[in-house]
């Protein structure tokens, strides 16, 4: 089976905070490298109409794709699958207090992604466990809003109710 290949991106926007006032600093520093990310599309973004923001599992916006790779967000428009982990976290030290992120990017047939090391080769099983071991995720992970439930659960309730009257027509046709 071919491959597609995988594209490694340096994102941009990174010191900006998200338009919810989340701090994507603050999330690149909970990233580790190999971590999956989504994409979010920004149609009506008034810089960009291909604007395509990098979400970190956690859903907080890490930065955006560049302009030179919007084929990225054409691909996902014309309903290609995109899949994306971490690739790498810049900065953070004092030299260079301010974060970036590197993402490595396949469009198409999905398989799994593994970050690729400074020396170019796909990282190791052993390898991306020192790296995590190294800088281990926060110990508070960010709590969700209880506001934000319904917004995740509606499927759940969806799902629910169509069974609901599901069952009840059922109970209906057997009375008949």
């Not at 971590?35 to 109409?49: L, T």
């Amino acid at each position: 089976m071919d491959e597609e290949p995988a594209y490694l991106v340096g994102l941009v926007g990174e010191s900006h905070s998200n338009a919810d006032g989340s701090s994507r600093q603050a999330e690149l520093k909970r990233c580790i490298v190999g971590e999956p990310v989504g994409f979010s599309r920004e149609p009506h973004n008034p810089h960009d109409p291909l604007a395509l923001l990098v979400v970190s599992r956690r859903g907080v916006g890490l930065g955006y794709i560049p302009t030179r790779h919007s084929w990225i967000a054409e691909a996902m428009d014309d309903g290609e699958l995109v899949a994306g982990i971490v690739n790498s976290v810049t900065g953070g030290t004092r030299d260079k207090p301010t974060r970036g992120c590197v993402i490595r990017v396949r469009v198409g047939p999905l398989a799994p992604l593994v970050p690729i090391g400074p020396d170019g080769e796909s990282m190791s099983v052993v390898e991306l466990a020192r790296l995590r071991e190294a800088s281990p995720p926060t110990a508070n992970p960010p709590r969700r809003k209880a506001a934000d439930a319904p917004k995740r659960n509606w499927l759940a309730w969806v799902v629910l109710i169509f069974l609901a009257l599901l069952i009840f027509v059922g109970t209906q046709a057997r009375g008949k």
